[in-house]
């Protein structure tokens, strides 16, 4: 039993979907989430300046936060930045794009499967990888969505531009009749009602959030590092960025207060 914290990060909000799962099925756990907003977008970012900032972001969670596990909420990170983390972080590091590719080639009774996510996820490989190395038969069909996560970050997650947006990027997906869609961007979740009702009734979304917070809990329960205390855990939120408005628009997707956010400066830890 360990009653430290899990570490979690994103570049904004979008880790926040993967939070509110983890919080649903391991309440007692203490969270420290940290949201990059002073450095998001990550997807339009070259891979390895997303990789020097998740390295960054993960050292800090576990030299000075003390964290037990860290979870990249992040898929832009995952893809560039998780063997990297797994290598030079002495805790267990969990990404998004394994347990997420995993739920989508469940969720499939066609074969034929989609994954978006930003211009940095999509144009890296991870899930075209991934996919191919889970199960090589299945067909599947990629898109990057630039200006989702935009749309999350201001806050408007349902409106006519949005949904004009999603009827062009999602057309390669819909022309490839996937019957299961995979969200690999953790922004998209909150963007579902416009995704479902693009591609239809009858396509599955998939959300790298709640497998991602099943393979945590897992992995504390395997390995012996779940918290034994009852009750709520401490949530403590950072921002890099505004505070205020992590504060406002968090509290807002994430349907919960977030309660006092803690400015992060990077430059005191260069
Ligand atoms: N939420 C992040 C992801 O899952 C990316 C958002 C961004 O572009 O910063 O990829």
Redesign the pocket.
């Known amino acids: 039993m360990d009653e430290r914290a899990i570490g979690m990060f ?3 909000f ?2 926040l979907s993967v939070a509110r799962a983890l919080i649903d099925l391991a309440p007692n756990e203490d969270i420290v989430y940290v949201g990059d907003t002073g450095r ?4 339009p970012r070259p891979l390895g300046e997303v990789r020097d900032y998740s390295l960054q972001i993960a050292d800090w969670l576990a030299d000075d936060c003390g964290v037990k596990i860290i979870v990249v909420a ?3 990170a995952s893809a560039a930045a998780l063997d990297l983390l797994q290598s030079k972080i002495d805790v267990p590091v969990v990404g998004v794009i394994e347990p997420g590719s995993r739920a989508l080639l469940k969720a499939t009774q066609s074969g034929r499967v989609g994954v978006i ?2 211009v940095g ?1 999509i144009s890296s490989g991870a899930y075209q990888r991934e996919v191919a190395d889970l199960d090589p038969e299945k067909h599947l069909t990629c898109a990057a969505c630039p200006g989702f ?1 935009e749309f999350v970050e201001r806050g408007e997650v349902e409106s006519e531009q949005l949904a004009v947006l999603a009827e062009r990027l999602l057309a390669p997906l819909k022309e490839a009749r996937i019957d299961s869609l995979l969200l690999g ?3 998209y979740p909150f963007l579902s009602r416009t995704l479902l009702e693009v591609m239809g009734r009858d396509v599955v979304l998939v959300s790298s959030a709640d497998e991602t917070a099943f393979e945590v809990r897992r992995i504390l329960n395997e390995s012996g590092l779940a918290a034994a205390r009852k009750g709520i855990g401490k949530k403590a939120f950072y921002s890099s960025g505004d505070t205020r408005w992590f504060h406002d628009m968090g509290s807002m997707l994430f349907g919960e207060d977030l309660g006092e956010v803690i400015p992060l400066r990077w430059e005191d830890y260069e």
């Open positions: 994103d570049s904004g979008g880790g998001y977008p990550y997807g992040c898929n832009t996510g930003t996820t996560v961007c953790t922004h």
